[in-house]
């Protein structure tokens, strides 16, 4: 009987302790998957932290990339994912400097008015072709008026974000001694998709503190061009997003931190956000968030008309306009936009907008006279020395 109750005492003893032991490995496993969790969690937040906040996602960063930087890279059609309605296929070609432009020459030529256009993928021309970028059209308006020659470089690629673009400048370009630089920050980091955002979480639309983030970036990026052009001796004109009325993302604090800097320091800005709402309000489609509803509306000749009313509920923190208007204009090829291929890419006849407008505002606000040839800035084919807070070269 002894023996019995021991055994039986000993078989419950040695239970308890294999389920303590299963009970423990789970919990083990768990905290492990938790930590990881926290982890990756805090590795995307700090992969963002840094100067260049880039909130897309790997492949659409790699998709940007193939289209700038190759010199002579002449491909058959590129098709653009992000055009909206539909699809736009276009070709591009690059020159000896990587630039989607005709072959220059890294040496200005004597008596040239060198201009230089920086930015992202509105002035490097996404959805058009080789000759109806806005810098090419700028280029032969200058050489219609003035008695010298004129260059104007397109240094523009997709997706480029503003710290970028201040070091490619400051890298590489002010080698190429550049009269006056046109600076296009773009605002790609408001409208993209899918992007990875602070939290670790894949979505299109930014928070607010990572809208915040990347205005502050942009502003220092800015700050940091206005001083490189006061210490080389180039002039410089800014360049607001060109968000036009058929997209919905708010951009005007972007706008007016680039307005309200080239107040402050003294510098030309063109406004082209504001100029393409006011032409598409004008002749075009607009989409108006009623508050919970979407309206598309046509203009022209001053007249409106509703097109479709659609509810809309963002819900997915997903869509700047309800998908149904999408589906509505694949449906309707014959109605598109005025001035642009989407919400953000001009048409050839939204780049001829643009590059008569900075065509008036060069004429009346820069000097369109060629500086002296020198030689290239301290730091030799590299640029001028970094700014604090770079990366190393």
């Not at 303590?20 to 768990?30: D, G």
């Not at 090419?136 to 690629?157: S, T, Y």
């Not at 490619?168 to 046109?182: A, C, G, H, N, S």
């Not at 009346?364 to 190393?392: H, I, K, Q």
Request: proline content about 9%; charged content about 20%.
């Amino acid at each position: 009987m002894w023996v019995t109750g021991y055994l039986a005492r000993r078989e419950v003893s040695v239970q308890a302790e294999s389920r303590r032991r299963v009970l423990e490995r789970i919990l083990l496993f768990a905290i492990v998957v938790v930590l990881g969790l926290i982890g990756w969690r805090v590795a995307a937040f700090l992969r963002q932290g840094g100067e260049h906040h880039d909130f897309m996602a790997p492949n659409q960063v790699a998709r940007h990339a193939s289209m700038a930087d190759r010199p002579h890279f002449i491909p058959e059609v590129v098709r653009d994912p992000d055009s909206v309605p539909g699809k736009v296929d276009f070709t591009y070609s690059t020159n000896s400097l990587g630039m989607r432009d005709r072959e220059r020459s890294a040496q200005k030529p004597p008596d040239t008015l060198r201009i230089l256009v920086v930015g992202e993928c509105v002035c490097f021309g996404n959805g058009v072709a080789d000759d109806e970028p806005w810098p090419a059209l700028l280029e032969a308006l200058l050489a219609e008026r003035l008695p010298r020659p004129v260059e104007v470089l397109n240094g523009c690629a997709p997706a480029r974000r503003p710290m970028e673009i201040l070091w490619k400048l400051r890298d590489e370009w002010l080698t190429l001694q550049p009269d006056l630089v046109i600076y296009s920050p773009g605002a790609d980091s408001v409208f993209l998709g899918p992007h990875l955002g602070m939290d670790g979480d894949v979505r299109t639309r930014l928070t607010d503190q990572e809208y915040q983030a990347s205005l502050e970036i942009t502003r220092q990026a800015l700050n940091e061009s206005v001083n490189l052009s006061r210490q080389y001796g180039f002039g410089l004109v800014l360049v607001t997003p060109t968000f036009n009325s058929f997209g919905l993302p708010d951009i005007r604090r972007w706008v007016d931190m680039i307005t309200g800097m080239g107040q402050g320091s003294g510098i030309p800005v063109l406004d082209t956000y504001t100029m393409f709402h006011e032409a598409e309000a004008r002749e075009g489609l607009v989409v108006e968030d009623l508050g919970g509803t979407h309206r598309l509306v046509s203009h022209h000749q001053g007249q409106a008309q509703v097109l479709l009313e659609v509810p809309f509920q963002d819900t997915d923190n997903t869509w700047f306009v309800a998908p149904e208007i999408y589906a509505w204009l694949d449906q309707h090829p014959d109605v598109r936009p005025a001035f642009s291929i989407d919400e953000n890419h001009p048409n050839p006849r939204g780049h001829q907008l643009i590059a008569q407008a900075m065509l008036e505002l060069l004429e009346r606000s820069v000097s369109l006279e060629p500086r002296p040839t020198v030689a290239a800035p301290p730091g030799g084919p590299a640029g001028p020395p970094p700014p604090p807070g770079a990366p190393p070269r």
